[in-house]
């Protein structure tokens, strides 16, 4: 959530900072919401001094209590007006909290402008991608001949967009998410947290999800207590929200957090786009690394995040690509984003499998996530950042398609060999 006196002290800039991502329309709607708020606020204190300097001067006027009907009636009419003026600033309040809540961060300075996804800037690339002797397959074609990959069966459990693992696959899928967890714990400094996959309104809200993005969330109401849970679409809904409330000592921070979980999207809206294969499901697995800053500290946690998401596609030795996100092509929460996309060589081009971003103190403000400054003084609000180490079942497909073999079989890479029991190769009978 934006900072409503920033809106009311530069209004222009704040504008101008959301032209590229939307919401620039609601500003004068919240200032004039703003405005006509203190005017009642003001109306409303005046009233409140006026009743009680009344009040003790009636108590001193009449200790006994007769005060002519004229004057009761004077005070009625008072109160009854303040009691009038206190429920439209509530109302008024709730007004304002309902636009804040659809204005989106406003990008950093060095976030390039633009709108759509071809606006945004390679930032680097490592790896050459493989030059194969065939024409190399889909990471669905391979898994299926393989007798790994059952999208016929997973459908027919559920719907299209799930995935059934067999055997060695799901193996894989299960030896990639515990190489990330434990590179990201024993050597990039992350705390591994396990969290509910269900989550309540506030925390939704919260993160920046809801409103906006309720159409995209799987829910479930509990009919005996009447309120709607929801599926957490990432590890970093319940992961940001651990210290909702809290002020931290400034020298815990930063907070390094990495989860594992599944995650589940309804994906609305996509229909057509990735149907086919597991680029694009309503459940899928992945390693989620929150960190909780200090703002002096979010920028260079921000950079340290991607590269500790790069070293997962080098250890595997997959060919990759880093892209800056332009304004309007980032997610509502973040104020500067990082894609890391890895190449897919059954498809030809480089596909998202992790997204950093620095949520500067856009989700700590909604969730009063704080910290007391070393040198004393008042809380200020926390930095929140967020990031896929990796999106585990788009690795497993990278890992299919870029280590194909020309007789259909699949090589597994050298660092994940040990958590697959040596196991060098995926072949039919494996």
Not at 230 to 247: N, Q, S
Not at 318 to 329: K, S
Not at 357 to 363: I, L, M, R, V
Not at 412 to 430: E, F, K, N, Q, V
């Amino acid at each position: 959530m934006l900072d409503l006196r920033l809106i009311r002290e530069d209004p222009e800039a704040v504008a101008r900072g959301l032209a590229d991502r939307g919401g620039a329309e609601l500003v004068k709607d919240v200032l004039a919401r703003d405005a006509e708020r203190r005017r009642l606020i003001h109306e409303a204190e005046e009233l409140k001094a006026s009743h009680n300097r009344a009040s003790k001067e009636l108590a001193r006027k009449y200790p006994g209590g007769a005060i002519p009907a004229d004057v009761r009636h004077d005070m009625r009419v008072r109160a009854d007006r303040i009691k009038e003026l206190d429920a439209a600033i509530g109302t008024i309040d709730a007004e304002i909290e309902r636009l804040l809540l659809q204005l989106p961060n406003l990008p950093d300075p060095s976030v390039p402008a633009g709108t759509t996804e071809d606006q945004n800037v390679e930032v680097r690339r490592r790896g050459t991608p493989r030059a194969f002797g065939f024409t190399p397959k889909s990471h669905e074609e391979l898994g299926e001949a393989l007798g790994l990959l059952d999208f016929e069966r997973a459908a027919k459990i559920a719907k299209s967009r799930f995935t059934i693992l067999w055997g060695a696959a799901a193996r894989l899928e299960r030896a990639l998410t515990q190489f990330m967890l434990d590179l990201h714990t024993r050597e990039h400094g992350y705390t591994e947290v396990w969290v509910p996959h269900l989550v309540n309104a506030a925390t939704m809200q919260n993160n920046g999800l809801l409103p906006k993005f309720e159409e995209q969330i799987f829910k479930t109401l509990e009919a005996d207590e009447g309120r709607t849970l929801y599926m957490i679409p990432t590890a970093e809904v319940p992961v940001t929200a651990l210290h909702t409330g809290e002020v931290l000592p400034e020298a815990s921070l930063p907070r390094r957090y990495v989860s594992f979980t599944p995650c589940y999207r309804r994906e609305a809206g996509t229909y057509g786009k990735d149907m086919k294969g597991m680029i694009r499901q309503h459940q899928f697995d992945k390693v989620e690394l929150v960190k909780i800053t200090t703002p002096a500290q979010s920028n260079d946690e921000l950079e340290s995040m991607v590269r500790n998401a790069e070293e997962v596609l080098q250890r595997l030795e997959l060919p990759y690509r880093v892209v800056l996100h332009c304004a309007g092509d980032m997610g509502f929460q973040a104020a500067k984003s990082y894609d890391v996309e890895v190449w897919l060589a059954g498809q030809g081009k480089y596909r998202e499998i992790s997204s950093c971003s620095n949520c500067t103190a856009f989700q700590a403000r909604r969730a009063e996530i704080r910290y007391r400054p070393a040198a004393g003084g008042r809380a200020e609000y926390c930095h929140t950042l967020n990031g896929s180490g990796l999106a585990v079942g788009r690795t497993l497909v990278a890992v299919l398609e870029n280590y194909q073999e020309a007789d259909g079989s699949v090589a597994i890479p050298h660092a994940l060999r040990p958590y697959m029991d040596g196991l060098a190769r995926l072949t039919p009978t494996t």
